[in-house]
C-alpha cells in the first residue's frame, strides 16, 4: 500500500510526551501480530487512551470503490449499512480527498469545502449517527484502496492525533490485509463441498475425468460438473490454475 507519510518519529517528539510514546510505539508493536477482531477490539480500547475517539473502522475496497472486508469497532453499524445501501462511497468526499492527497483527513476540513454541495450529504447523515467529526487515512496499490475510520462526538483536531493515526495504520495495514485473505480463504472453504474437495485432491495427483470416474464411482459427466463448480467458486480459469489457489489457500493438503 502506498501512504504519503507527514510524521516521522523524531516529529513524535514535539506532539507526544515519553510516555505518549512508549505507548504508541507498543500499540503499534501489538498491531504487527493482530490476528482476529478480538484483539483488533483489544488494541483500539488501548489507543483510545492515547487519542479521543468513539468507533474505528476499517475497510478494504476495490479502485471502483466496491468493498471487499471491513470490519468496526464501535462504529455505527447502521450508519455503515446505510453508507453502502444508498452508495455513499462512490460520491463521499473524504474518499476523494483521500485518494488524491493520501494523507490524514479531518471530516471538519472537507465539511467546510463541500458545505453547499449535494456530496455533503455524506458528513451530515454521518452526524445524525453520532459520527460527529473524525479522521480517515489510507493507502492504496495496483488493485485495492484500504482506509481507516476514527469517528466520535468529539475528536481533538490537531497534529498530534494526524501523527497518532498515522503511525497506527502503518501498523494496521498488513495485519488487517492478512486477515481478510484469511477470511476469504475460509469462505473458500465453506463453499466447497466435501466431494468437490475430493475431486480436487484427484485433480491434484494428474488424474483424468475418466480415471476420477472410476475411482469415485460416479459418471465423467459428474466429475465434469463438480469440476465446472470447483472454477467458479475458485475464479480459476482451467483445472491447473484451480489446484494451484486450492494449494495457495491451503484448501487441499500438498502432499
Not at 35 to 52: A, D, F, M, Q, V
Not at 99 to 118: A, G, L, T
Request: aromatic share 10%; with cysteine; charged share 35%.
Amino acid at each position: 500500500m502506498y501512504f504519503n507519510r507527514e510524521f516521522s518519529i523524531k516529529d513524535l517528539n514535539k506532539y507526544l510526551t515519553k510516555s505518549d510514546i512508549l505507548d504508541l510505539l507498543h500499540i503499534c508493536d501489538q498491531a504487527l501480530s493482530i490476528r482476529e477482531e478480538g484483539e483488533l477490539r483489544k488494541l483500539i480500547t488501548e489507543l483510545k487512551k492515547l487519542i479521543p475517539f468513539d468507533g474505528f473502522s476499517y475497510g478494504l475496497g476495490t479502485k471502483n470503490r466496491d468493498v471487499l472486508y471491513f470490519v468496526d469497532v464501535d462504529y455505527s453499524l447502521e450508519y455503515l449499512e446505510r453508507y453502502l445501501e444508498k452508495g455513499y462511497i462512490h460520491i463521499d468526499p473524504i474518499l476523494d480527498a483521500l485518494v488524491e492527497e493520501r494523507k490524514v483527513i479531518n471530516w471538519s476540513d472537507i465539511d467546510r469545502i463541500y458545505d453547499r454541495h449535494p456530496e455533503g450529504i455524506v458528513n451530515h447523515e454521518a452526524k445524525v449517527f453520532g459520527l460527529i467529526d473524525g479522521y480517515t487515512y489510507g493507502g492504496d496499490d495496483a488493485e485495492d484502496l484500504a482506509t481507516f475510520w476514527f469517528a466520535g462526538r468529539y475528536i481533538e483536531r490537531s497534529k498530534r492525533s494526524k501523527a497518532v493515526i498515522e503511525f497506527v495504520v502503518r501498523a494496521l495495514t498488513r495485519p488487517l490485509r492478512e486477515m481478510y485473505e484469511r477470511n476469504k480463504i475460509s469462505d473458500r472453504q465453506k463453499l466447497l463441498s466435501n466431494r468437490e474437495i475430493e475431486v480436487l485432491n484427484w485433480l491434484k495427483e494428474g488424474k483424468s475425468t475418466w480415471d476420477i470416474s472410476s475411482i469415485l464411482k460416479i459418471s465423467e459427466r459428474t466429475v465434469k460438473f463438480h469440476i465446472g463448480n470447483i472454477m467458479k467458486k475458485l475464479d480459476a480459469i482451467n483445472r491447473t490454475h484451480a489446484v494451484a489457489i486450492a494449494l495457495r489457500d491451503g484448501l487441499i493438503d500438498p502432499f
